[in-house]
């Protein structure tokens, strides 16, 4: 098994630099490429059991959104341009869930692109790509 670069993504400007980064590197290095998108879901939610039916009905309607909507798209421009990149989708806390893809799938570097927020708003809500460089088991390449 080769190495593996895994991008997160989530549709934005910097995400697509994130993958034409990573696509560039991996290609240099002979390395598969996972495109990894997480749907914020908080766990410490209390539900009644219809309001978890329709939890469950808006998560399959998420998840075929992101795959139509954004994992499909970047996988076709990649293929196009002679990649074989892969695609997971995960609920959770965006940088946790990244980082339990990246040991879960054994990638040896992380890229994700960087958002553009206000130093205020990241100072106070905190931002994915922060934490994600935090936590992360292994290297990880914050893309501008």
Not at 29 to 42: M, Q
Not at 80 to 97: D, K, L, N, Q, S
């Amino acid at each position: 098994m080769g190495q593996l670069f895994m991008v997160g993504v989530d549709g934005s400007d910097g995400c697509r630099r994130a993958v034409d980064f990573a696509a560039d590197q991996a290609a240099r290095a002979g390395a598969d490429l996972l495109l990894v998108h997480v749907i914020e879901w908080s766990r410490y939610e209390f539900l009644s059991p219809s309001e978890v039916a329709e939890r469950h009905r808006q998560r399959e309607r998420e998840l075929e959104d992101a795959q139509t909507r954004l994992l499909d798209p970047l996988r076709d421009r990649l293929k196009a341009a002679g990649a074989e990149p892969r695609t997971v989708i995960r609920f959770g806390h965006g940088a946790e869930e990244l980082c339990s893809a990246a040991a879960e799938n054994k990638a040896c570097q992380v890229f994700i692109g960087r958002r553009g927020r206000s130093r205020v708003t990241t100072l106070l809500f905190g931002g994915v790509a922060g934490a994600l460089v935090q936590m992360a088991p292994v290297p990880v390449t914050v893309v501008p």
